[in-house]
């Protein structure tokens, strides 16, 4: 919308050129043919509409519209056809790819020359079409750094609101103890080992007590985390408690062979 209304706005300018030249500052009198102006004038303004979508185009519309206005007639040496130019330069770099903006510098480079009455002309227009072309590309550039940026800080809030989920979500969560299921599972020796963590017991005490080894109370002690789904030896004390594993005292309950007997893992 924005560059519709923008591409109205220069074609009624440049029509205000062309129609009543008197009524423009810097424009004298019109002395080509109006036909031609008119025509390669609005054909030059209302290629604007398209300055996002097809940047690189209208760039090529613009350029060859003056370049024409050029060869078949006097133009009106105002200063909007040159506005309609620098907008056209400016989007080709700003909107494009830029492999696409690196033929639009081409482009500006070349028409440049076509549109420029002697060399003088060549090297202003190209001068300032160019300038607006190298804005266009720092301002591509800086808006493809701030879309990275921004799409990094989504991304990271994202992650950061799942965190604070899960978390709220953790601590409103009750504790929850073994299933009977999950503490059947457990072999006699993991059995013991689950006694002897609630006792306080390090592994290397507990493999002195089983006279096991030290690696081997170790692969007990992952074995009881993962059948009970617990994350670490205090959840493990616990869990022996809550579930009758161990009672105070010490003592094995629901019939639960006492540390020291030993079934067949």
Same mark, same amino acid.
């Given at each position: ?21 008197? =009524? ?25 509409? @398209? ?20 060869? =078949? ?8 056809? =040159? =506005? ?25 480079? *070349? ?6 009455? !002697?060399?003088?002309? $060549? ?9 607006? $072309?190298? *804005? ?16 990094? !800080? ?34 006699? +020796? ?8 609630? +006792?306080?017991?390090? !592994?290397?005490?507990? @493999? ?6 030290? $690696? ?50």
């Amino acid at each position: 919308m924005a560059d519709a209304v923008l591409a109205g706005a220069l074609a009624v300018a440049c029509l205000l050129e062309i129609v009543a030249p008197r =009524l423009v500052p810097g424009v004298g009198e019109v002395v080509g043919s109006r036909p031609v102006l008119l025509v390669t004038s609005l054909a030059a303004a209302s290629a604007l509409a @398209a300055r996002r979508r097809f940047p690189l185009t209208v760039l090529c519309v613009v350029v060859g519209a003056m370049a024409l206005q050029q060869m =078949l007639t006097t133009p009106t040496g105002g200063l909007v056809l =040159l =506005l309609v130019a620098m907008v056209a330069a400016y989007s080709s770099s700003a909107y494009a790819t830029p492999a696409r903006g690196a033929v639009a510098g081409a482009v500006i480079v *070349v028409g440049a020359a076509a549109i420029g009455e !002697n060399a003088g002309d $060549w090297a202003f227009i190209a001068v300032v079409l160019g300038g607006a $072309w190298l *804005v266009g590309y720092v301002v591509m550039q800086r808006s493809t750094e701030l879309r990275g940026v921004r799409e990094d !800080n989504r991304d990271l809030a994202a992650r950061l609101a799942r965190a604070a989920d899960k978390r709220e979500e953790a601590q409103r969560r009750p504790p929850t103890s073994p299933t009977p299921e999950e503490v059947s599972a457990l072999t006699t +020796r993991e059995v013991e080992v689950v006694r002897a963590i609630a +006792r306080g017991m390090s !592994n290397a005490e507990i @493999a002195g007590d089983l006279v096991i080894s030290e $690696w081997t109370v170790k692969t007990h002690v992952a074995s009881i985390l993962r059948k009970l789904g617990l994350r670490d030896r205090a959840q493990v004390v616990v869990a022996a408690y809550e579930s009758g594993l161990v009672a105070p005292g010490g003592r094995g309950v629901r019939g639960l062979p006492p540390t020291g007997e030993h079934r067949p893992e």
